[in-house]
Structures are given as structure tokens and as C-alpha cells.
């Protein structure tokens, strides 16, 4: 009985997601004012800084990156495309596999990421017109764009990866939007976590207190609540030690009605090493 509804849950999130609409989506969440790159208190702004940190001191190092529930969004790997010579990202839907790839082949995409670009190239002490090196250096890493479901326990086709896995992986408000509750979200935790080699980073950013987003006009998408505690508690029972919590807590004009998120966690940990 447990299982079946289980399953069934999984069946539900499933059909909500064919009516996502990844141009609606881009526009509620990376354009100001969760995406202005002027405020201090941007969403995104706080995103980047906690993306480049963590990519950037030292004991995050490897051969291949994979972002997992990328969504159609590039802002995850702006600054891992510099530390690893391959990035995979995946999603769920083709549609938002179409939509990368648009950027990738440089076939003109539903978001601008020029002012993103510009702004990890400033976090990088280079000067912002150095974005089309960077944008160069993400079409030469991104080697392919997958399938990924993280409710199976094989998330990926057995061949995506090296039998070793991935040196590091990074999933941003991806994991507790597709999860109908805790228990789901800690076992996809521990899914993507075979993705992962023993010792390998997890950078893992998503939703504190959320229970709907807008997928698109009307397209209301249930997501599980989740607290700080309940975080570190999801990372240790699947396999994870947590080396750093931040959390962003959203003032009133980010509130813009498109969920009921009320805060952002960055997690950065580590694969413990099998005995
Ligand atoms: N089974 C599956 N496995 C893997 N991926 C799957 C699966 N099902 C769907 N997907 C895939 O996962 C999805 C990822 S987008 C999820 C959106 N998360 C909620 C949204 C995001 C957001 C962004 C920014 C801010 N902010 O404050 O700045 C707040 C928020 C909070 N609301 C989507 O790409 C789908 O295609």
C-alpha cells in the first residue's frame, strides 16, 4: 500500500509538470527584482556569491560537473565552468532541455544571460566585458544536456557517467519542487548521491518554507516545506557531511506572488567515503 502511493505521488508531480513553461518561469524568478544585480539584497546576486565561494576555495576540484534539475536556467555552472573541463546539465523535461541548448547553439533563448555572465566575471576580479570568454568557455565545457529523473534510484542512463561519477554535483530549487513530501525529498538525496563519487561535493541550493510556485500562468506546482533543520537532517541521513549552511531570508519586494517561498539555503557538502 505504502509503495503504490508513494508511486502515485510521483505520477501526480509528474503530470503537473507538462504544463511547465519555461519562458513564464525565467520571467518570474531571473529578471528583477529577484534578479537585479544593482540591489545588495538580490536573490540572485546572493546566489552567485555563494556559488563562486564555494567553487572557488580550494577543495572543490575534478574532470566533470552535473547539474542536476537544471531547469532552463545557466546561472548554476557560471562559475564551476571555470574549476571543471566538463559540466553535464540535466532536466526532466525536454522543454527545458530545448531551452538550453537554444543558448548553447547560441540560437537566441527566453533570458538574456549577458548581465549574469557579466556579473560572475566581476565576482572573478575580471573585468565584466570578459563575459563572451566566459560564455565561450560554458559552449566549450557543456558537453551534453541528459534526461534526469531523481526519483529513480539510477537518476541518469548508465552510460551518462563515468563508472566513478562525478566529481561534483549542484542541484538549485530543484529537489523540493519535484518531491511530494520530506521522505521523497530525502531519498531523491540519496539518488543523486550514486550519481556522486565518494568524497565528491554537493553545492545544493533551494526553498525554505515553500509550498506552491507558478510553473507558468496558472500552472500552480505543489512543493514540500522544508526548514534549515530538516535540510541538514535530509543530507546526513543520505550520505552527506554538510561543510556550510547559508541561508538568504527574502525581504517584502521579493515576495512577488509567484510562490510563497520565504527564504534560500545554499548547502555545500561532501559524499562521506564508503568504509
Ligand atoms: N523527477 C524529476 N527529476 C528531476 N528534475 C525534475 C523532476 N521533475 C521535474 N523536474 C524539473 O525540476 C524543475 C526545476 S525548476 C523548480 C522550481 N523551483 C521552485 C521555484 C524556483 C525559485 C527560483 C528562485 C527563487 N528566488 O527566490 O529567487 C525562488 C524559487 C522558488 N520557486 C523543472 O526544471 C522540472 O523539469
Known sequence: MEEKKREDGLVAMAA???????????????????????RKDSIVPWKLACLHRAFNEGDVTGELLVDVGSGPT??????????????LLTDFLEV???????????EGCNLD???YLQHVCKLEGRRPSAWTEKAAKLREVITDILPIDVHRPQPMALDALPSS??????????LESVSPDLAAFTRALGHIGRLLRPGGHLLLIGALGESYYFGGPGVKIPVVPLNEAQVCESLKES??????LEVYTLPQDMRVGVDDVTGVFFAKAKKIKQK
Not at 96 to 106: F, G, I, K, M, V
Open 16 to 38: 503537473c509538470y507538462q504544463r511547465f513553461d519555461p519562458a513564464a518561469y525565467l520571467q518570474y524568478n531571473y529578471t528583477p527584482p529577484r534578479a537585479d544585480f544593482e
Open 74 to 87: 545557466l546561472y548554476q555552472v557560471l562559475s564551476g565552468c571555470e574549476v571543471f573541463n566538463k559540466v
Open 96 to 106: 527545458n532541455r530545448q531551452e538550453l541548448r537554444h543558448w548553447l547553439q547560441d
Open 113 to 115: 544571460w549577458t548581465p
Open 165 to 174: 561519477g562525478a566529481d561534483c554535483l549542484v542541484s538549485c530549487f530543484c
Open 239 to 244: 550520505g552527506y557531511t554538510l561543510i556550510r
